[in-house]
């Protein structure tokens, strides 16, 4: 590790040295070569080709042997289990981003100038710093079930708590299709410490003047919150939600850690994981791989228009 | 920020009663608001500290009953850790993969950082015949899902015969340069013009002028970008299973328990510890290191 380091760093500095021999205006396209040049050569190989061929292969048999057209394309639009994991995904990504930026929104609107803020924030936001799979591993011991018989006794905290309540304990991971909402579940735990550091921050920018000026017409409280806050923070919400979306499509951690994607909770992003590298059906990987990309499209798409047209105020 | 609020009504009336301004700045503070604040931190907590708290009981105890009872009746060990961290049987132990997460991590985030800030000084400063249209391509690329891209690398480094940890340190420095080029970038802009013409015209070359003036302007945007991909790496399990290979020697610890979580699901008292062994690192650091974090978190999705 500490020889790649020092590997890399003198290979940089041997480039910055010998570029920086090079002076005068002509020079300056040499220099920008040695600054760009490794950026550029790692992005081309690493982003570009590999995508250009995964476009391709997903048109093609497992093995690359051949064409299909768009045989993988079909199965994936046809077969039962592959429309299964695309509901699960459609369920993901709508749901995730609404739930967990309003969660993050109406908590960085309570806490806003409390006297514990700093703490209050940090608890929230300290699921971020931890992985998908501990993530998963946390909440998969909140869900463990221990079935109701003799002197078994709940370990999972849900499950206990719907013991108290007088229930019978639930197998939380397994019965379809509420298992997938409990998996997303995690995802929301994870972001809304995300969207409430943003959106918090946007809050704390509306001015003082347009808060003050609503007050003396006699809105407050939630009236406040509906026509004063969440239109002045729109660009930020917008961001939140996209960049939560986006997240979403392309998490796999969750559902691979807790169930594998069985009982009916397999998504996109975990099915071309275990079609491409399990069951060496690289065709059906890569369009599945397609398909993720196809989705993220258009969602970064509408975000750059939305920052370019605040941008352009 | 604000787009449709109704600025027009700005009056000067608010700047004259600025006594009431103070008192305008009060939040909302009905007792339901608290209470509603209070139980999302509630939930937002507990469910990482009733594993730490397992982490920390008898195996038996853990099998029989709720972590919560531990609260009235409070037997600790430090059994868990010792065994999650240091089995001999089966090479099961997590040391191994904590010095692999290390090993993948430090470079990891070095490369990157280095890369994307020559990078992104060149594209802010230098100029050179197609530099709007490469930087718009560079930041573009970040809408390329990982996925697309696993299946063709690692064909191209098993052709290469490239060893695993440097198949992860390629694919990370390469999927984070996209977003670093772009944050770094930013950062770079904000740069006064003056500075950077001032060492110009005394004769400093680009080199001299991006190590002498730039970098140390530069700063806090490093560390914020290093510290997301600290984190991103640490956590990462995708790359990580897909070039790692899953073996003692190279793989990180959140794949070896992404495994123990799948074939030993029921073994609380090993994934307890094992999970927390691999949350303290970041969380630390993360603590550590939040104000800059957060810093980059806005710098890259909210302006003004």
């Given at each position: 590790m500490a020889l790649a380091v020092v590997v890399f760093l003198a290979l940089i500095a041997l480039v910055l040295f010998l570029i920086g021999r090079i002076s005068g205006r002509r020079g300056d396209r040499a220099v920008a070569l040695g600054f760009v040049g490794p950026t550029l050569l790692l992005v081309a190989v690493g982003l570009v080709y590999p995508a250009l061929r995964t476009i391709l292969q997903s048109f093609q048999q497992a093995d690359g042997s051949g064409f299909v057209g768009l045989d993988n394309y079909q199965f994936i639009f046809t077969n039962s289990d592959q429309l299964t994991v695309l509901r699960n995904t459609a369920l993901w990504v709508v749901v995730t981003p609404f739930v967990a930026t309003g969660i993050g929104l109406v908590y960085a609107v309570l806490i806003d100038r409390a006297r514990v803020e700093a703490f209050a924030k940090a608890l929230i936001f300290l699921p971020m710093a931890i992985s998908f799979?501990?993530?998963?591993?946390?909440?998969?011991?909140?869900?463990?079930?221990?079935?109701?018989?003799?002197?078994?006794?709940?370990?999972?905290?849900?499950?206990?708590?719907?013991?108290?309540?007088?229930?019978?304990?639930?197998?939380?991971?397994?019965?379809?299709?509420?298992?997938?909402?409990?998996?997303?579940?995690?995802?929301?735990?994870?972001?809304?410490?995300?969207?409430?550091?943003?959106?918090?921050?946007?809050?704390?920018a509306i001015p003082d003047d347009i808060i003050e000026a609503a007050r003396l017409d006699g809105v407050s409280g939630v009236g406040l919150f509906r026509h004063?806050?969440?239109?002045?923070?729109?660009?930020?919400?917008?961001?939140?939600?996209?960049?939560?979306?986006?997240?979403?499509?392309?998490?796999?951690?969750?559902?691979?850690?807790?169930?594998?994607?069985?009982?009916?909770?397999?998504?996109?992003?975990?099915?071309f994981y275990t079609q491409a590298f399990r069951a060496d059906q690289g065709g059906i990987g890569a369009a599945l791989a397609v398909v993720l990309f196809a989705l993220v499209v258009p969602i970064v798409a509408y975000n750059i228009r939305q920052l370019r047209a605040s941008e352009a105020r | 920020m604000t787009t449709s609020a109704p600025t027009a009504v700005v009056p000067s009336v608010a700047r004259t009663i600025s006594t009431t301004a103070s008192r305008g700045k009060k939040?909302?503070?009905?007792?339901?608001?608290?209470?509603?604040?209070?139980?999302?931190?509630?939930?937002?907590?507990?469910?990482?500290?009733?594993?730490?708290?397992?982490?920390?009981?008898?195996?038996?105890?853990?099998?029989?009953?709720?972590?919560?009872?531990?609260?009235?009746?409070?037997?600790?060990?430090?059994?868990?850790?010792?065994?999650?961290?240091?089995?001999?049987?089966?090479?099961?132990?997590?040391?191994?993969?904590?010095?692999?997460?290390?090993?993948?991590?430090?470079?990891?985030?070095?490369?990157?950082?280095?890369?994307?800030?020559?990078?992104?000084?060149?594209?802010?400063?230098?100029?050179?015949?197609?530099?709007?249209?490469?930087?718009?391509?560079?930041?573009?690329?970040?809408?390329?899902?990982?996925?697309?891209?696993?299946?063709?690398?690692?064909?191209?480094?098993?052709?290469?015969?490239?060893?695993?940890?440097?198949?992860?340190?390629?694919?990370?420095?390469?999927?984070?340069?996209?977003?670093?080029?772009?944050?770094?970038?930013?950062?770079?802009?904000?740069?006064?013009?003056?500075l950077i013409e001032a060492a110009r015209v005394d004769g400093a070359g680009h080199v001299k002028t991006f190590f002498s003036v730039v970098l140390p302007l530069m700063t806090p945007a490093l560390a914020a970008f290093g510290i997301f991909q600290f984190l991103w790496v640490w956590n990462d399990l995708l790359v990580a299973l897909t070039f790692a290979g899953g073996t003692p020697q190279t793989a990180p610890m959140t794949v070896a328990l992404a495994n123990l979580s799948g074939t030993r699901g029921t073994d609380w008292y090993l994934l307890s510890a094992g999970a927390f062994i691999s949350i303290v690192i970041p969380v630390v650091v993360f603590l550590a290191l939040q104000r800059y974090f957060v810093r980059g978190l806005l710098a890259g999705s909210v302006k003004g």
């Amino acid at each position: 590790m500490a020889l790649a380091v020092v590997v890399f760093l003198a290979l940089i500095a041997l480039v910055l040295f010998l570029i920086g021999r090079i002076s005068g205006r002509r020079g300056d396209r040499a220099v920008a070569l040695g600054f760009v040049g490794p950026t550029l050569l790692l992005v081309a190989v690493g982003l570009v080709y590999p995508a250009l061929r995964t476009i391709l292969q997903s048109f093609q048999q497992a093995d690359g042997s051949g064409f299909v057209g768009l045989d993988n394309y079909q199965f994936i639009f046809t077969n039962s289990d592959q429309l299964t994991v695309l509901r699960n995904t459609a369920l993901w990504v709508v749901v995730t981003p609404f739930v967990a930026t309003g969660i993050g929104l109406v908590y960085a609107v309570l806490i806003d100038r409390a006297r514990v803020e700093a703490f209050a924030k940090a608890l929230i936001f300290l699921p971020m710093a931890i992985s998908f799979v501990g993530a998963s591993i946390i909440w998969k011991f909140v869900y463990e079930f221990r079935p109701e018989q003799g002197n078994i006794q709940q370990i999972g905290l849900l499950n206990q708590v719907l013991v108290w309540l007088g229930f019978s304990p639930q197998q939380f991971l397994v019965n379809a299709p509420w298992n997938t909402l409990f998996l997303i579940a995690v995802m929301i735990w994870v972001q809304a410490g995300f969207a409430m550091t943003v959106l918090s921050a946007a809050i704390k920018a509306i001015p003082d003047d347009i808060i003050e000026a609503a007050r003396l017409d006699g809105v407050s409280g939630v009236g406040l919150f509906r026509h004063i806050t969440v239109p002045s923070i729109r660009p930020a919400l917008v961001v939140v939600l996209t960049t939560i979306g986006i997240a979403t499509l392309k998490v796999f951690d969750i559902v691979r850690t807790m169930t594998g994607g069985q009982f009916d909770t397999n998504v996109v992003a975990n099915e071309f994981y275990t079609q491409a590298f399990r069951a060496d059906q690289g065709g059906i990987g890569a369009a599945l791989a397609v398909v993720l990309f196809a989705l993220v499209v258009p969602i970064v798409a509408y975000n750059i228009r939305q920052l370019r047209a605040s941008e352009a105020r | 920020m604000t787009t449709s609020a109704p600025t027009a009504v700005v009056p000067s009336v608010a700047r004259t009663i600025s006594t009431t301004a103070s008192r305008g700045k009060k939040r909302l503070t009905s007792p339901w608001a608290s209470l509603a604040a209070v139980v999302i931190a509630v939930l937002w907590t507990l469910p990482t500290l009733g594993l730490l708290v397992t982490s920390f009981r008898e195996e038996t105890d853990i099998r029989r009953t709720g972590w919560w009872t531990a609260l009235s009746d409070p037997t600790f060990t430090l059994d868990n850790y010792r065994e999650a961290l240091g089995r001999e049987s089966g090479g099961g132990g997590l040391v191994d993969y904590l010095v692999n997460s290390f090993v993948i991590t430090v470079p990891s985030v070095v490369i990157p950082m280095v890369l994307a800030a020559l990078a992104a000084y060149a594209f802010a400063w230098i100029h050179f015949p197609g530099r709007d249209f490469l930087f718009i391509a560079v930041f573009a690329l970040q809408i390329v899902p990982i996925q697309v891209t696993l299946i063709p690398l690692l064909t191209l480094f098993v052709q290469g015969d490239v060893g695993e940890f440097v198949r992860i340190w390629v694919a990370h420095s390469t999927f984070a340069l996209p977003l670093a080029v772009f944050l770094l970038h930013n950062f770079m802009r904000d740069v006064p013009a003056e500075l950077i013409e001032a060492a110009r015209v005394d004769g400093a070359g680009h080199v001299k002028t991006f190590f002498s003036v730039v970098l140390p302007l530069m700063t806090p945007a490093l560390a914020a970008f290093g510290i997301f991909q600290f984190l991103w790496v640490w956590n990462d399990l995708l790359v990580a299973l897909t070039f790692a290979g899953g073996t003692p020697q190279t793989a990180p610890m959140t794949v070896a328990l992404a495994n123990l979580s799948g074939t030993r699901g029921t073994d609380w008292y090993l994934l307890s510890a094992g999970a927390f062994i691999s949350i303290v690192i970041p969380v630390v650091v993360f603590l550590a290191l939040q104000r800059y974090f957060v810093r980059g978190l806005l710098a890259g999705s909210v302006k003004g």
